[in-house]
């Protein structure tokens, strides 16, 4: 998990803080399936600006997330591309938009901030690509390795038979 203290930062109204700093990324559930950062370590650039009413953090980095396919349930591997703002005021008072909850006793919580991030900019489905056909529904084989379709019910067919001969007779 990587904080990042505040204590030792003085800003200054107008002054700002720039640095790249490796984060810890967590694995994370994402519609009841578990995705893992891959590396688990990523580069990401931290930019604290100081104005006079309070303090902008901003964070960006690129993740790359594994886990299983929304669809086929295969793997699936998608980029994260992520730049966050986070704004805390000087005197928050009793405003929610006005204090970040990564802010913690002068420690900024990066890994759960970038965690909150990913999931944000992570699309609605992951799939292991675009046009993934998924399972079949009949029989739950992959339908991206076994391309097929199930003839119509033996069934059905007696009764399409018995249909036809009703309308002869
Ligand atoms: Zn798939
Ligand atoms: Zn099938």
Redesign the pocket.
Known sequence: MTRFSLRTLRLRPGEEYRDEQPIALEPFEFGGERYLPVPATVPAELTITRATSGTVFRLRFEARIHGPCYRCLGDAVVEAKVDAREYQAVEPGDGEELRTQYVVDDMLDLSGWARDAIALALPDQILCRADCAGL??????N?NV?P???EEERADSRWAALAELRDRL
């Open positions: 079949c529904p009949v029989c739950g084989a339908l076994e097929h379709e199930h």
